[in-house]
T-cell receptor
Framework: EADIYQTPRYLVIGTGKKITLECSQTMGHDKMYWYQQDPGMELHLIHYSYGVNSTEKGDLSSESTVSRIRTEHFPLTLESARPSHTSQYLC???????????FGAGTRLSVL | QKEVEQNSGPLSVPEGAIASLNCTYSDRGSQSFFWYRQYSGKSPELIMFIYSNGDKEDGRFTAQLNKASQYVSLLIRDSQPSDSATYLCAVKAGNQFYFGTGTSLTVIP
């Protein structure tokens, strides 16, 4: 069982609010990812990190930012939430030695 | 053209039958291939991974890879109602992972 945690699980906020979605893993994985998934659609990569102080934008940066100050922690911040940000956000991690990604339980975000 | 293509289904099979799920990918340089199971409202859970051409079996699951045809499949033998979920095909090309939209499987008791 993967030890990767996301909070909050569910969030309903108003347009224009700043929010941070938390993701932590206790496996010591150096690589971490944020994906966005809408119902019936594929996962879209938003951001990824290959280690501390390393972050890259994916295909769908979604007007969000990430930081990687500690190996185990990879938070995602939306500076000004919009209804188009309503989606499920999935965090994943993997070690550099293997290709298997482990996913957190996800955060379901609704922006009104 | 999408990197990974799957038939969205829904695919319905009776309990005890074999479910066959298919996936094609566009990047010939793809190195690793994965099948994830995702229950409604939940996160993806790894079922199988395969790196080499041929078959790989794990319990009731068999992954098949044909790199020449850029095709990967998942067979589920003795399907159970608990197998009802969406199955995502994922491909690693370079340092990136690409996911299909998933195939919805329903196993009818």
């Amino acid at each position: 069982e993967a030890d990767i945690y996301q909070t909050p699980r569910y969030l309903v906020i108003g347009t224009g609010k700043k929010i941070t979605l938390e993701c932590s893993q206790t496996m010591g994985h150096d690589k971490m990812y944020w994906y966005q998934q809408d119902p019936g659609m594929e996962l879209h990569l938003i951001h990824y990190s290959y280690g501390v102080n390393s972050t890259e934008k994916g295909d769908l940066s979604s007007e969000s930012t990430v930081s990687r100050i500690r190996t185990e922690h990879f938070p995602l911040t939306l500076e000004s939430a919009r209804p188009s940000h309503t989606s499920q956000y999935l965090c994943a991690s993997r070690s550099g030695a293997e290709n298997i990604q482990y996913f957190g339980a996800g955060t379901r975000l609704s922006v009104l | 053209q999408k990197e990974v293509e799957q038939n969205s289904g829904p695919l319905s099979v009776p309990e005890g039958a074999i479910a066959s799920l298919n996936c094609t990918y566009s990047d010939r340089g793809s190195q690793s291939f994965f099948w994830y199971r995702q229950y409604s409202g939940k996160s993806p859970e790894l079922i199988m991974f395969i790196y080499s051409n041929g078959d790989k079996e794990d319990g009731r699951f068999t992954a098949q890879l044909n790199k020449a045809s850029q095709y990967v499949s998942l067979l589920i033998r003795d399907s159970q109602p608990s197998d009802s979920a969406t199955y995502l095909c994922a491909v690693k090309a370079g340092n990136q992972f690409y996911f299909g939209t998933g195939t919805s499987l329903t196993v009818i008791p």
